[in-house]
């Protein structure tokens, strides 16, 4: 037994990983062939017959992933931006301007203790931040980032969209009560106030496109923006993107309308008695719904993936590489080096004093630069996904852009505006807005 | 000898009737109240809590407790609990000499220092009965002018930051900063200056103060502005402050207001202007009044102050004769017997300091008047109907520091 102990303190931590990592990976490896060489066919066959539900499980399990860099780059990019608005510095200490710094801070919420306080309710306190951030990342299983890029084309997309995104306020409003804790139960109550009155107008406004396209399938209302700029339902429906911009600003509790969390009033609104990872659910949640709500609005509205406008002419940027043959490893090893040389010529020629190992490294830097360049401008103008992608995310962003900085300025709206709002302002101007396009249809037929 | 029943501990505090599994009724009974504010708790209607804000909450202006007690979203009633940051100043006076007890009037209202010494120094002046010189005076003015407008700025920043939001109070200390550092040039502390002395000041204006000086007027009026975009025009802002904690004159008097709380309803009293101290008389400014008397009056009058004190600044600047800043005294002061009041206008109101001596070297009695204290007794009126979040915007607009208020 001393043995085996002290050739386990003489490991270094590597060694010790693998002299854990070996065994499992060697067993787990064999049963599982194993398990694949006796029951392959059965589990092939299963697979075959219910295609639909393991893409969906697939899906579901990818955007559950994606959520996760999405929200990091979302806080830090709130981080910075309304610092750079506050004229501060922000976060630089962990990474290139400090891009790393939300996902320390991630990991800092993973490694708080997990704090239940003596007086709630646990079963409820505990399901709640699971039931919030399901709710918001389940709902972007419906997006349609490119033709080819969506997780789910349901019919009912837009209504699949509303229907779950609306669970989230289950969530919040188990969160403000379980809480034991006043100021939570007046968060919650506040966010269920608001998202119902929000969610009227939100619906509502929609009608107008579904009307104008005859689907509530997100896939098909992009495909009815095609053209140039002046097709997108910003332009035909600007009531209703008006209408529906300020809801999903209500909806996600972005200020102006964050009561919800409304610090100098009700501290922390609903989180207030959440520590440590479940209030990062919280947290992440709300980040992951802007991004939501802003792709929503970006394939509503502003066209999904089209383009602004429609090149008349088509760039083809025909790469054969099988032509080349036996040329093709050769170009693949020597074009990195020529290219470095050649990039570094200039630098070691017209630069004197720096050395030859520097411009060497400026040529690979320079070099790398300009292939992934090349290699992205031939992404974008040969694979479709790529461009629509690119125009999806582009949009995308500049409305989360739009809404830190609303953050950045405004002050929040009181409870009573906001709730006199919605039903006296929004409501009737989304009515309003499917009168006036019903009518439109019944007159041009 | 009879067998003792153990009544279950109550789970919560919150209400009386809650109910208590395995007890033999199926509600406790209430209990007799046994303070005023036990009976309130108890005697609570349906709907109705209490909400307890502080010490500990993120907008209470320092260490201010407020019970409100609120049906759903709106106050019915609230209470300040004072008293977490006393330090008994007044009572450490009596036990200093007079040069000590400036400094421990200093930190009362820390964001606008200088005042709280210019009172106290103002009423020991008059119980010596000397001649601050006109250097001296002047000095004075240009500093309290200075610190005023760090205070709005501030002022400025937390009516925002208290309204929901981010920006403003960044942007409006630096204002603060710049006039704060500038004030460290000149007496070598950024927010407990002990600048005044009886008789003048510590130390004449050196270069570093006044090139400071020089470099943010030539921009200040600019700057000033620019913050004020952000809020003025801003129509959230506006309509959440409009018609909100609404003060009447009248009422405003009987309640003792001073400052620019009073001037926003209307009330034109001005202690530079109709109590004229140090060279106020001999400079030219307007004293900004509103009468609507609501949380957006009360913010506008301290803005035009601002504009008003950059007035007096630069009129200062220009007029500042040369001479000695201290005038000759006895290191050691003992005032005849007798009783002096000093006051000055400061940002948030008439801050004086009634000094009684008994011809030794320590004050006899020192009573320190802080229109703070004053303004926080409107906080109840003022915010009862309304809703929670306007009980923030409301102790934003009145602008009290509880280190003043608890002295």
Redesign the interface.
Known sequence: MSGLTTTWARLTPAGRALAVLLPIVVIGGAGTTALLVAFGGAIGATIGANIPIVRFLAASVITFLITVPTAFLLIYMEMKI?AL????IGPDRVGPFGAVMSVVHGLKVLMKEDYTPP?VDVPVFTLAPVVVYTASFMTLLVIPFAPALTSMNLELGLLYFFAVGGFGVVGLMMAGWSSFN??SL?GG??AAAQAISYEIPLTLSVVGIVILTGSLSLTAIVAAQSGSFLDWFIFRQPLAAIIFFIAITAESNR??F??TE??????AGFATEYSGMRFGFFFFAEYVNVFIVSALFSAVFLGGSHAPINLPFHPEINVDLGTLGIGLPLLAGLAPVVGTILCAAPIWLFAPRVRTWQALLGGFLIFGGLSTAAIGVWAVAMLPPVADLLFFLLKTFTLVFIFVWM???????????LMGFAWKWLLPASLLNIFATAIAVLITG | MTTETTRPTR??LDDPRVAIPGSSSWYEPAPTPQTERQAEFLNLRDGE?F?NMGPQ???THGVLRIIVKVN??QVIDLDPVLGYLHRGVEKLCENADYHQAICYTDPLEYVSSLFCEAAPVAAFEKLMDVEVPRRAQYIRVLTMELNRIASHTLFQGWM????????PI??SF?ERDEIVDMLAALTGQKLLYNYYRIGGVNGDLNHEFMSRLGAWMSRAAKHIDSNLG??NE?E??V??TRDLGTLDAATALRMGVTGPNLRASGVPFDLRRDRPYLVYPELEFDVPTRTEGDALARYLVRIEEIKQSIRIIDQVLHEMPDGPVMAKLPRLIRPRPGRAFGAVEGPRGVYGVYAISDGTDQPFRMRIHDPSFVHLQLVGPLTRGN??????AVMASLDPVMGGVDK
């Open positions: 309304i608005m506050n004229l501060r007086s006043k100021y007046l109550i506040r200020t102006p964050d009561n409304a610090d100098q009033e009700i501290v953050r950045g300025t405004l002050p929040r709206a009181r409870i009573d505006q | 789970p919560s809590m909400i909450h993120p907008s759903g979203e925002a930051l208290d309204l929901g939001g981010l920006t960044l942007w630096i952000l809020m801003n959230l802002f309509r959440r809703l929670i979040a306007d009980t923030m």
